[in-house]
């Protein structure tokens, strides 16, 4: 049963939900964390099976400055886009979901030893990108003399007729590879996180809802990254079998039917987690 917020606006924790790639991920993070978003097809208000939260569907780009601006308390985004916009919010969980690198990649023909020209064919470096402030900021340390375009959609069109280099994100580089681009440097790493405004922070009944929230999702996050065992044991490796069990604590033991052994349960760390 999905709950209402409360009556008084005060005391609702406005929550920022990201449309677009990032949303089913969040989406199923919550889901797992016991938190049910139930809308309708194109609606942008959804509700939570939550108390207490408010939540609207905005494009991350948006969200964060929402978030600055104070009209969210709460909103998940990727971490480039609060460093493009320089945005004063806390970080509450990095949720490792949709990560990518933000590059900086040119035509393979222009590069030499691996590098940007400063001035090919004797003009200035052109770069495009969405990111003007982390661009700009590139540039300043590696090209001066370089000329910025502000790009809106796609950046891997431009090279090479109408751009020399592009500053943009990257989740396996096949992108770039199929445009005839190479990465020439890495800028910075990225992932959905969840951050929050200052202000709502220092609201205590909105900090206790949060936090909440956030140790939920901790949960299902740390859940994902491991697995649950079960397996029978000899009474005589039952102690060889429990010290090489790599799990958090004491994994949990129980005798077997006439003493034939032991029952041995125990969550491990999955294969694929670092």
Known sequence: MTTLPER????????????GRMEAGVRQLLADAGVRVAAEARAYRPSLSLPGFATKLLKPQN????????SRDIGFAGADWVAELGAEVVELLDTGLDPVRLVVAAPNDLLRDGRLPE?????????????ERLARR????????????????????????????????????????ANGLAIVDEVMRSTTRLYANPRALDDAG???????????????????ARAMVDLNV????????VGVLPCMREPTVASLHRGSGYAVRAAVPRADQP
Do not use: H
């Open 234 to 241: 000899a009474e005589q490796d039952l102690s060889r079998v």
């Open 119 to 131: 001035r090919p064919a004797g003009r200035s470096l052109v770069l495009v990108s969405e990111y």
């Open 63 to 70: 969200l964060v400055g929402m978030l600055a601006a104070g």
């Open 206 to 224: 909105k900090r206790s809802r949060i936090d909440g929230l956030v140790l939920c999702m901790r949960a299902a996050l740390a859940a994902r």
């Open 138 to 177: 590139w540039l300043a340390e590696r090209a001066p003399t370089a000329f910025f375009v502000r790009a809106y959609g796609a950046t891997e069109v431009f090279p090479p007729e109408d751009a020399d280099a592009i500053l943009d994100n990257t989740a396996t580089g096949a992108t770039l590879a």
């Open 8 to 19: 008084d606006p005060a005391t609702v924790v406005r929550l920022g939900l990201p449309k």
